[in-house]
């Protein structure tokens, strides 16, 4: 597709399963990023690809969390032992050069997360 | 620690007036990027307009300006015109030159085109 494609749109998880959310970038996208969106905030940062490699993880909240990127495309965000305080829209971002978010990045349509 | 921040939770214009968005940050650095976002309800993030910060010239987008206030630390968006598919949340960006894709943002401003 044109876009940044991510999937599910939606995603109920009871508390303590694991999730796994896809992001499908833009193809030829070097970059690839993933925020965390709470009800009425701002987007957080979570993490940061440059093609396969991790290259910030400063933003993901605790060892339950964990992204990939195996191929440098498509990337996984997992999350488990899901927690209630970890309902959010998470967002998947990505960018044609190396240099980040210092070029135009696209962002996807998120995914909503809801833990019960 | 950089921050960002828009004071303005709600905003509200008539069809086809000006109206603008307040965004002030803090940082230590000099070279560094600011944006303005708008998200509507469909959640896609859609990038408005960015502005270096070594450029003294306001950046401009069609109806969309900026005032890029260095020293004050401001960065202020005026939409012109305002349309009813302005309707969204917009949010202030900030990221240090080569950070990479830690962008941080403000809590976002609501803007309400009314007819």
């Known amino acids: 597709g044109a876009g940044v494609s991510q999937s599910p749109r939606y995603k109920v998880a009871k508390r303590g399963q694991d999730v796994a959310l896809r992001c499908d970038p833009i193809s030829g996208h070097v970059s690839l990023f993933w925020y965390q969106q709470a009800l009425g905030q701002g987007p957080e940062f979570l993490t940061y690809?440059?093609?396969?490699?991790?290259?910030?993880k400063s933003g993901l909240p605790s060892d339950r969390f964990f992204a990939e990127r195996p191929e440098g495309s498509v990337s996984t965000l997992k999350i488990q032992r899901t927690q209630q305080e970890d309902s959010a829209v998470y967002l998947c971002?990505?960018?044609?050069?190396?240099?980040?978010?210092?070029?135009?990045?696209?962002f996807g349509q998120g995914t909503r997360l809801t833990v019960v | 620690a950089q921050t960002v921040t828009q004071s303005q939770p709600e905003m509200s214009v008539q069809e086809a007036e000006t109206v603008t968005l307040s965004c002030t940050y803090d940082?230590?650095?000099?070279?560094?990027?600011l944006f303005w976002y708008k998200q509507p309800p469909s959640r896609q993030m859609i990038l408005v307009i960015r502005q270096e910060a070594y450029k003294q010239q306001n950046a401009t987008e069609n109806r969309f300006s900026v005032n890029f206030q260095k020293a004050a630390k401001s960065f202020s968006l005026k939409i012109s015109d305002s349309q009813l598919g302005d309707t969204a949340m917009y949010f202030c960006a900030f990221i240090r030159y080569n950070q990479g894709g830690k962008l941080i943002f403000g809590q976002g401003t609501e803007l309400s085109v009314k007819p």
């Open positions: 940082t230590s650095e000099n070279n560094y990027y």
């Open positions: 690809f440059q093609n396969e490699a991790q290259l910030d």
């Open positions: 971002a990505s960018s044609l050069a190396n240099r980040g978010m210092n070029t135009e990045a696209f």
